[in-house]
């Protein structure tokens, strides 16, 4: 997955500033994909040499200009293609799960201190984008999507409770509230 065709699926909607595109993607999309400015605005200057976004420049004569990007046409066609195409088998840097690969490094009570650790910041997570106002379309179904393998591992993270003097795993958290 590339900067440059989320950039491309944000810009659909309507056109954007690099400022509302860090936003929206922080409110919409932060629990599958994150970008900082450093990042978002040389995407866009390719996206825009690509020939996939148009810039219009607003603002006042004097002080700071807005550049406000629009998607065109052959950006649109890009996207459609990109979506469509095979997606290959999901490979995600997960420090949780890396952390859990390194276990047997620790003595007993630091492993269970390690997992519970863990669990505490995946339920802290859950809970966060829980109460985060939900998006439209399918960015809500992708936030769904986030909270079930949240969920999932912290089911299968209770599982380990043998090893990690977690407590057992227990009934399945609460089904997420559409809204």
Do not use: C
Not at 39 to 51: N, S
Not at 69 to 84: C, D, N
Not at 151 to 156: F, I
Request: without cysteine.
């Amino acid at each position: 997955m590339s900067l440059a065709h989320v950039l491309l699926g944000l810009l659909t909607d309507q056109p954007r500033t690099g400022y509302d595109l860090e936003r929206l993607m922080r409110e919409d999309l932060d629990s599958i994909w994150r970008a900082e400015f450093s990042q978002i605005y040389p995407a866009l200057a390719r996206l825009r040499r690509a020939g996939y976004v148009v810039l219009r420049v607003l603002g006042p004569r004097r002080g700071p200009r807005r550049n406000l990007y629009r998607v065109t046409a052959a950006g649109r066609r890009e996207l459609k293609r990109w979506i469509s195409e095979p997606v290959s088998a999901p490979r995600v840097r997960d420090e949780g799960l890396a952390r859990i690969a390194f276990l047997d490094n620790l003595p007993s009570e630091e492993r269970r201190q390690a997992v519970a650790n863990l669990d505490q910041t995946i339920a802290e997570e859950i809970a966060r984008l829980r109460s985060a106002p939900a998006p439209r379309g399918f960015r809500r179904e992708a936030r769904r999507g986030v909270l079930e393998r949240l969920e999932t591992t912290r089911r299968w993270l209770r599982g380990l409770a043998p090893e990690t003097g977690l407590p057992p795993a227990g009934p399945a958290l609460p089904a997420h509230k559409k809204k």
